[in-house]
Structures are given as C-alpha cells and as structure tokens.
Nanobody, 134 residues
Framework: QVHLMESGGGSVKSGGSLLLACEAS????????MAWFRQAPGKEREGIAF???????DYADSVKGRFTISQDNTKNMLFLQMNNLKVEDTAMYYC????????????????????????????WGPGTQVTVSV
C-alpha cells in the first residue's frame, strides 16, 4: 500500500531553519526516486531536491546551498533540512516517490533528474505547510 506522510512544517522567521520529514511505507520507500516538491499559492509545483536509491542527489538552484536532502533507510524516512529560510520559501511542501525511468515522446527519461517532473511521480504525501516571515 502506498503511503507517504510529511511532518515538520511550521512558521519561522527569515534566516531560520526547519527539518521536514517524510515517512514512507516500505513499498513506497523502495521506489527508485524520492523527491521534495513545493507549491506556493498561484504557482506551479516546483521540484527542489531528489535522492535516488543509490544515493545520488541534486537540488534546484533556488535551494542549493541552503537545503539538504537525506534518508534513513532503516526507518523508511526521507528528510529535508532547510536552513537560511527566505520569505520566498513559503509554500506547501510535498514528498513524492517515483520509478527510475519514464517514457515520453518515444524517449526514455530518468525520473531523478533536474528539472523534476511532478507528473511522473506516482506517490504523494498530503503536504506540510512552511511559512517564512520577515
């Protein structure tokens, strides 16, 4: 059974930190690609970080150097450490799980690659709200 549940969101001042966590069912956690997305009101969902089963990871430029994605394989947990938060980081944050490859237009693409495509991730949590104020 697919299951993802985020936690750790909240309200912080600019420059503050938060640690988001995502608990996954064992089946979901075994998917090849785990990622964090966020969506601010009126904006498209943005993929900000991914980590694959081999531990390869990357970040969107908007969070690179401030956010760190990690996982605890013993507990089926995905994390996102967010430091030096900015007002523009305010959004609903989601964890997602996807396979290793997907086909589009006759070509094969890697799920865990920037820019992340939300449409190819089949499993989503309900999200956790992060609000950053000045």
């Amino acid at each position: 059974q697919v299951h993802l549940m985020e936690s750790g969101g909240g309200s912080v001042k600019s420059g503050g930190s938060l640690l988001l966590a995502c608990e996954a069912s064992e089946y979901t956690y075994r998917r090849h690609c785990m990622a964090w997305f966020r969506q601010a009101p009126g904006k498209e969902r943005e993929g900000i970080a991914f980590i694959d089963r081999e531990g390869a990871l990357d970040y969107a430029d908007s969070v690179k150097g401030r956010f760190t994605i990690s996982q605890d394989n013993t507990k089926n947990m995905l994390f996102l450490q967010m430091n030096n938060l900015k007002v523009e980081d305010t959004a609903m944050y989601y964890c997602a799980a996807g396979g290793g490859r997907y086909s589009s237009g006759g070509r094969l693409y890697t799920t865990c690659a920037l820019p992340l495509d939300a449409e190819v991730f089949g499993s989503w949590g309900p999200g956790t709200q992060v609000t950053v104020s000045v």
